[in-house]
Each structure stands twice: as C-alpha cells, then as structure tokens.
C-alpha cells in the first residue's frame, strides 16, 4: 500500500505539472480556431475556457480513480467525483450563450446551479477541508450557509432593491452564487490540514461559482457582452486551475483517513469573528434600510427570516455535537480515572519548577502518602540525597528509560523505585512532567539476593572463587590455600549435616584470624584461601597462625579433630595461574604429612607436573603400544653363558622419554593398576621365553611382582593361565619379589609362596643385604633363589683385601638351605673374582652388559652356540 500510494502521489505531481501546459495549448487551439470558425474573440475565450473546464473535469475523473485503488475513503472519492462533474458542468454552461432561445435559458437556469452545487459539495468532501467526516462537511456548509444568507442580505437591502424588486432570475443567481462563494471562502480559511492546498481548492471553487454566475447575468445589449464573456472564461479558467491543483495536492500531503469519524466542537457563532461579523453587519443593513425607507422588501423578509433560522439552527446543531464531543471526553477522562486508580503505578504532573502539582489515587494506597504530603513540593525532595543529582538529571532530560532510585513513602521508610519521564509540557491539557512510579522492591532484593549468591558461597559466607580472581587480577601480595586432612572420613563417619556444620565452623576461624585488608573465599569443598596484601614474612606468618588455629578441636556436636596443609605463593601472571600455583603448593603440603607449610616451588612445580602427566597416561600406556620389556641375562659365572633373563618394564612416553621402571611402579601403585602392569609384563615375558625355548635355548626367565599383588587373590590362577596360554614350563618361570617390601612380616608370605611353588614356578628374594629380612628368616621363606646385594661382596674402603666375609656367609647358608644364590650387581673383575671365590655359581651384573632388547640376548646366546 506505502509503495501504491507514493506512485499515485508522484503520478498526481505528473499530471498537475502537465495540466497547466495541456491547458495552454487546449485553449489556444480554440482561442486560434474560433476566429477562422466566424466566432467573436470574447466567445472564443468563453469557448477556450470551457475547454480547459472539461478538460481538468476528465482529469479530476481519473484522480477519483486513483484514489479509490488507493484506498481513500468512499466519501473522498465521491466529493473528488463531484468536483470532476461540476467542472464538467462549468464547460456546458460555458457553451450555453451561445445557443438560442428556451435551450439555452434551461442549461443556464439549472446546469449553473447544479454545476456549483457539485462543486460546493465536493469542496466540503475534499481530504484536510473539514475534519469529522459527512457531518463535519455538513456543519461547515451550514456555517457557509449563515454567512452567506446575512451577506446575500445585505446585498439585497443596500444594493437589489435600489431599484424596485430584482427579478426572479437576478435573486436566484444572487443567492447561489453568494452561498457558493461564501461556503468555499469559509471553507478554505477553516480549513484544519493541509491549509494552503485546501484554501487553493477553495479559491478555485469560488472563482468557478462567480464564473457560473457571471453567465446568467450577461447583459443583453452588446457594449457590456464582450467584457463579461471575458471575465466568465477568466474565472474558469483560473478556478479549474487552482481548484485542480488543490485537489491534487490534498491528496498528496492529507492522512490516509482510517479511524472511525467522530465528533468535534467547532465553537458558538459568537466565538467566531469569522462568522458572527456578517451577521452583525446584516442585522445592521436589515435596520438602517428600515429606518431609511421606512419598509422593508418581501424578498429580504424571507431571507432575514432564513438567515435567523440558519443561526438558531446552527447553534443547536453545534451545540448538540457539543454535548457529544462532552459525553466523550467525559467518557475518557472516566476511563482514564479508572486506569489510574487501578493501577499499580503512581503518576505524578511535575510543574515547571518539578514541583508535584498533581499525584494519581494510587499514590496513598501504594505508598502512604497523601496529598498534602505531596502536592506543591519539589520532587527531588522526596527521594534520597545519594539518588537525587542522577534524578534531577532524569528530569531535566525527560528521560524514557526507566531509572532507580530510593523514594520516601508516607510512613519514613526508604522504597526502592523505578520510574520513568514523559514530557507534556507542550501540551496544553498537561503542560508538565508526568512520572510514572512503581515499587520495585521485591525485584531489588532479588537482584540483590542474586548478586551475592554470585560473589559470596552460601554455605560459609566467604567471598567465592570468582570474587577471589577479581581481587587477584587488581591486587599484589600473596596467596594462602588451606586444604583440611581427613574431612571426607568425618563426612563418611558423622554424615553431611556435621560436616557442613565444620565448614562453617573453619570459616569463622579464618574470619576471625586475617586482617581487615585481607580476602577469605571458599573454592572448593573442603579447600580455602586467603589473599593478603602484605609482604612475605608476614605471609608465613599468617600461614603458621591459621595452621594452628584449624588444627585446635571443633565440637559440632561432636568433638572433631583435624588439620590442615597449606600452600603458599606470591601473586603474580594472572589470577588463574596464581591459584594453581597455590594448589600445587598445597598438594606437595598435604604429600609431605598432616600440618604441614609449603611454598610453591619451580622445581616441585615440574616433578609434579611430570607426576600428574604419568598418572594421566598410564592406564592406557600398554594399549598404545609405550610399554616395553628390556632383559638382563643372568650368567654361568663358571662356564661364561646366560642361564636365565630377567625381565624388566620399560615405558617409553613419546614426551617424557623412558621412565624407570620404579617411577612407573609408584604411579601404578598410586593409581591402583600395578595387578595389570605386572599381569602385562608376565604375559610378555612368557611371550617372549616361549619363542626362545622354540628356538632351542634353554633359559629361564624372572619376573618382579609386588607383594601387595602377589598375595592378592587370584593370583596363582593368572600364574597359571599365562603358563598354560604360551606353553612354558613352570620350572622355567622366576617370581622376583623385592625385599624391601617383604619386610619381618612373613606370615602373609608364606602361603602364597606355597601356593607359586606347588605350580612349579620358582621364586627368588631380590636384593637381599637391602632390607629388614634378616639370615633366620630365609629358613621359613620357601624361595628358591637369593639375588644378594653388592653390598654384601664389595670390599670396604681401607680393608686389607681378601673375600668379603658376608658373601661367604651367605653362600653357605644358601647351599645348606638348598637355595641359589645369585650375585646381583656385578660391575669389574674384582667383584667377578670375588663371588667366585666365594662358591657362588651365579651372576648378574653391568659387567656382562647392561639390560637390553632380546635381540641383545639373542646375540649373546648365538655366540654361545659358536663355541
């Protein structure tokens, strides 16, 4: 529709730009043709204006038409059409002097007054002439109408009667065109909108009326013919332009009328100089040709007595559409009352100086506060002083974005508010700043409940995780993470009601042992920190008062001890990296023993590190192919060939490089996955002494389990199972158990142990000499090999030289316990000739190579067969 109109609108500006040239050459055409045709040049200017008359009729036509796939009302295109036709009608009355006889009388006496009576009507129609639809057409025609009768009088009684009665002829054509001419001018000059193109529309009317009148008046004797035939084509020409042009622009620049009509007060005849001035001037006419004459015509009898009915009738209407525009408004201002007084919102009018002039019912029931409380105050003194300078300038902006602030309410409480400014001080009805208030309350506590629960942890009342980062990020100093020992055992043993009844408890004690200055959060669920702007001594200070103040006994309703660790760290490369650093710290607190206080270290930093990445990796090392077995041959020390290999793990981390397998052992162990470590190497190295055995060599080959594993149940069955899936004798198989972690507890040992052999594997105690098993103890360990530390063959530093005494010992007891000894450790000559000396038949050592891959032990075994 918005496009459909803008080009009729630019079509219309077309067709006004073209009708001033078409007109032109229309006219003078005829005006060119009349001559040659016999006619008079005053005829031919009369013909020539009927021309450009029926020519902006047609047009006027095609403008209905496109105002009705416009979408205009009916009623503007309906007056639209009678402006076409009453141009139409112009043109014919135009041609009618120049027929002869009855004819020519009949189009005069009655297409003249029909022609400006659809002129008239269609002024009235015209969008922006009136306002109020059909009925206020009619009442600014019954305006026109009064004005016109006390005028039309006043030409009766001082002008037509000078000379006797006028005519029939002369009194009609009179009064019409002064009704015409009358009803147009009023119209144009009371014009709401657009006012110029509505006074140009009406010019063109009354021009086009007097022309119509000028016609039936033509003076019979031929001195005064030419004159008025010019004048008449005068006044149709000018008024089909301008009335075409003031149509076209209506239009173009009027509303696009879609709200139901409705009543509006013009104001009495008195209120209106415009009106009421003619009516003095007839009644005054009326009263001095009455005095003057002493009588009075019947014509002007009959037309004072319309004029005053013409008056009285306009005022009752007037006053009728009075009490309806009344009943109206009485009926909004009601609505508007019982909007007001149902709402939640309280409206305050702010005069010039924000002083409250008016405040809605509202006001009392919302806030307590009554008029006189109110009124006549200034504004600003009714909220806070804090908020008073961001609403003062809320007001002076008139600003329609809700604004806080806290209002004073009728019983000397503080009400937080929001409001909002409409500025109607330029319209009359209002001519002040209306306010809208309304209690947010409810919602202030929420966003305030919801902002803390964002800042503090609900369970202790300290600062959380996010405000100690936002601290961290602006602050310098150092930061103390506390960790408590043993707090998941007293959640297990008491249940969570007295654990967190503990947490709340530790809080306070943070609390109340840091500085005004310092920041205690909660960040984890039993871990909490404290960051403190002071330097490093006093930093450890600080750690050492908070360590032994958590550490005293807690009575939740039942007496809990713990302690805590605690990490330190400088403050420094951005708040998340502080924190880690911080809880690294703790960690190596908390693995050094309970009570303890550690600062965060570099180093510590990258072995921990190292740990977590192990720990990370580990579970699924084997299934990506990073473990590996090295073998160490165990030698014949008398012949010079392998007899046995022991196998060792080896993991090769793409990042890290090789582990030890004893580094390897301890993550396991920590992660609680050694069962599966062991159990992959001793499927491997069955593996690999299967292919071996295959291959004709004869060997046997040890493994190292730990005792935790090797007394667990099922143990045997996995032994038994890797025996039985790569077909190797069980004799051929050593269990290699550490004797460091044997201990002087046997007792869990020694089934176990009964168990491995009753299959038929052997087992062996390495590194003896290293731990607590002492001689007396290898008569109840059922092993069946020694491996015996180099400590026990090595010859102490400053001694004379000779076989150790220790080796001796311990090969002879191994040779009356029916076990075989081997020398573990062997690295020169010396330790070789010793060991033999000492009757052991075995060893094993650097001295014959360090563990390598099984091709290693391949080679070693080929040269063996070479010799």
Known sequence: MTSGVGGAHRSRGRWLMASAPVTIAAAGVVLLGGPLAGLDAATAVVLAAAVAAALHGCWMFRLAAEARRDGRPGRVTGGIVALGAGLVGAAVCATAPEGQGAAAAAVLAYAGPAAGAALVGGLLLLPGVTSGGIGGGARRGLDGVCVALWKYLILLTLVLDLDGEPSAAVFVTCLLAVIGVTVAVVSGVRAPYPRWAAVT????????????????????????????????????????????????????????????????????LIGDPLLVAPVLAGGAAVLYTLFSRGRIGTEAMAIGAVAVFAVVLREVLEAATVRRFSGQLDAQVASFRSLVAGSTDV????????????QSPAAARQFGLSEREVEGKPFVRLVHAEDAAAVRQSLGTAAAEPCRARFHDGFGAWRHVEFTVTDQRERPEVAGLVVHLRDVGERHELETSLQRTTRVDPLTGLANRAVL??????????????????????????????????LVEVAARIRSMIGGGDVAARIDGDEFAVFTRVDKVHAYTLATRLLGGLSEPYDPGTVVHLSAGIGLTPVGGGPEETVRRAGLALRRAKRSGRGRIEW????????????????????????????????????????????????????????????PPLETLAVARELGVTAAVHEWVLHRACRQLSLWQHEGYRLWMSVNVGCDDFVAPGFAERLSLALDSHQVEPADLVVELA?????????????????????????????????????GHLRRLPADLLKVDRSLFTVPAGSAGGIAPIIDVVVKLGQRLN?????????????????????????????????????????????????
């Not at 052997?762 to 000499?769: I, K, M, S, Y």
């Not at 000492?838 to 094993?844: P, S, T």
Request: charged share 20%; aromatic share 6%.
């Open 819 to 867: 076990v075989t000894v081997v020398a573990h450790g062997l690295e020169a000559e010396q330790h070789l000739h010793l060991v033999r000396s000492a009757g052991c038949r075995l060893g094993q050592g650097h001295y014959y190579g360090t563990p390598g891959p099984a091709e290693r032990v391949e080679a070693a075994l080929v040269r063996q067969r070479t010799w």
């Open 469 to 502: 980062t936002r601290e961290l990020t602006a602050g310098a100093g150092f930061l103390v993470t506390i960790g408590l020992d043993g707090f998941a055992g007293i959640n297990d043993l008491h249940g969570p009601d007295v654990g967190d009844a503990l």
């Open 739 to 775: 004797e460091r972690e044997v201990g002087a507890d046997l007792g869990r040992l020694a089934e176990p142990l009964a168990t491995v052999r009753s299959i038929g594997v052997r087992t062996a105690l390495d590194g003896f000499g290293t731990g607590a098993t002492s001689l």
């Open 347 to 358: 409206i305050l009018v702010l005069d010039a100086d924000l002083s409250v002039r008016w």
């Open 201 to 268: 529309a009406a010019g063109g009317v009354a021009l086009l009326v007097l022309g119509l009148a000028v016609l039936p008046l033509l003076p019979a004797g031929a001195a005064h013919r030419d004159a008025w035939l010019l004048a008449a084509g005068g006044l149709l020409v000018a008024g089909s332009v301008l009335l075409w042009a003031g149509a076209c622009r209506s239009l173009a620049t009027a509303r696009l009328e879609t709200a139901p009509a409705r009543a509006v007060a013009d104001g009495t």
């Open 600 to 659: 965060h270290d570099e180093a510590v930093e990258e072995a921990y590190v190292r740990r977590a990445t192990l720990e990370q990796h580990l579970p699924r090392a084997a299934e990506r192919g990073e473990f590996d077995l090295a073998f160490h041959p165990v030698y014949d020390l008398v012949e010079g060939h392998p007899v046995g290999v022991e196998a060792l793990l080896r993991w090769r981390h793409p990042r890290l490089g090789t582990i």
